[in-house]
């Protein structure tokens, strides 16, 4: 049974920083893409950023990039996102997502999510 534990939302003011970790287990972690989505309030579930299985290739949506910045630790089973220069329309659940791609389609696994909000 595929399980992911994210960790570390929280509230924040606008330029600040999170770290966000998504603990697995029940998978080979180290043999899959995993990604980081989130969703505001009245909005669909938006890509943030990817990893790939090794953990040396990152692909990140234009909101977010040179802000967020997503690794992978195959040893440790587990996902971060490192968020810096936060502003107020990120605020959203964060979610961890086993899978590849972009899209939300593409993703098999999902965490309960972690809320993260930033105050203007």
């Known amino acids: 049974q595929v399980q992911l534990k994210e960790s570390g939302g929280g509230l924040v003011q606008t330029g600040g920083s999170l770290r966000l970790s998504c603990v697995a287990s029940g998978l080979t972690f180290s043999s899959y893409s995993m990604a980081w989505f989130r969703q505001a309030p009245g909005k669909e579930r938006d890509f943030v950023a990817r990893?790939?299985?090794?953990?040396?290739?990152?692909t990140y949506a234009d909101s977010v990039k040179g802000r967020f910045t997503i690794s992978k630790d195959n040893a440790k089973n587990t996902v971060f996102l490192q968020m810096n220069s936060l502003r107020p329309e990120d605020t959203a659940v964060y979610y961890c997502a086993v899978g590849y791609g972009t899209t939300s389609g593409g993703y098999m696994y999902w965490g309960q999510g972690t809320q993260v909000t930033v105050s203007s």
């Open positions: 990893v790939n299985w090794r953990g040396d290739s990152t």
